[in-house]
């Protein structure tokens, strides 16, 4: 057997497993399970050329953006997109960490930069706090309540 009936072997069997595999639904699964991954590989992208010093540093912008965001999709889409309820405001967040690494990596050392970077990332903070508060909030406050209650009851004074 030469050479070129053993390659066009190997490419026929290649042919075949990648067939089945996908009648199989490997491949909507993997799609189905890994697709933010679409997401997060432009980003990672653009910090590879920013640093590589084929792209301005105002790529970074949509490189952090990017980056943040997928990790977001991702544990939605593997945690179940119920979450999405507490983590919305990290798309903000995103936007802030977007901004803060061109203000630390960029040739621009705006301090409007810093400031918008750090605006965000507060509104950000205190949008995740009342969305707790929200949802997880009564149950705070009923377990404060009940701490503060019964640390009045231990701490009063005993009179005979």
Same mark, same amino acid.
């Given at each position: 057997?030469?050479?070129?009936?053993?390659?066009?072997?190997?490419?026929?069997?290649?042919?075949?497993?990648?067939?089945?595999?996908?009648?199989?639904?490997?491949?909507? +699964? +993997?799609?189905?399970?890994?697709?933010?991954? +679409?997401?997060?590989?432009? @980003?990672?992208?653009?910090?590879? %050329?920013?640093?590589?010093?084929?792209?301005?540093?105002?790529?970074?912008?949509?490189?952090?953006? &990017?980056?943040? #965001?997928? #990790?977001? %999709?991702?544990?939605?889409?593997?945690?179940?997109?119920? %979450?999405?309820?507490?983590?919305?405001?990290?798309?903000?967040?995103?936007? !802030?960490?977007?901004? =803060?690494?061109?203000?630390?990596?960029?040739?621009?050392?705006?301090?409007?930069?810093?400031? &918008?970077?750090?605006?965000?990332?507060?509104?950000? !903070?205190? %949008?995740?706090?009342?969305?707790?508060? /929200?949802? /997880? @909030?009564? =149950?705070?406050?009923? !377990?404060?309540?009940?701490?503060?209650?019964? /640390? &009045?009851?231990?701490?009063?004074?005993?009179?005979?």
């Amino acid at each position: 057997m030469n050479r070129q009936s053993a390659a066009v072997g190997i490419g026929v069997v290649a042919v075949g497993l990648i067939i089945l595999l996908g009648k199989l639904g490997v491949f909507s +699964f +993997f799609g189905a399970v890994f697709w933010p991954l +679409f997401v997060l590989i432009p @980003g990672v992208l653009l910090h590879v %050329l920013y640093f590589g010093r084929m792209v301005p540093s105002v790529a970074l912008i949509p490189a952090g953006i &990017l980056t943040v #965001v997928s #990790v977001i %999709l991702l544990i939605g889409n593997w945690f179940g997109w119920g %979450l999405m309820k507490y983590l919305w405001p990290l798309f903000i967040f995103a936007i !802030a960490v977007g901004l =803060y690494e061109y203000y630390v990596f960029g040739y621009s050392r705006s301090k409007q930069i810093w400031t &918008l970077s750090v605006g965000l990332t507060v509104v950000a !903070a205190i %949008l995740f706090g009342l969305t707790l508060l /929200w949802t /997880w @909030g009564i =149950y705070l406050i009923a !377990a404060g309540l009940i701490g503060f209650g019964a /640390w &009045l009851v231990i701490r009063r004074p005993r009179s005979w």
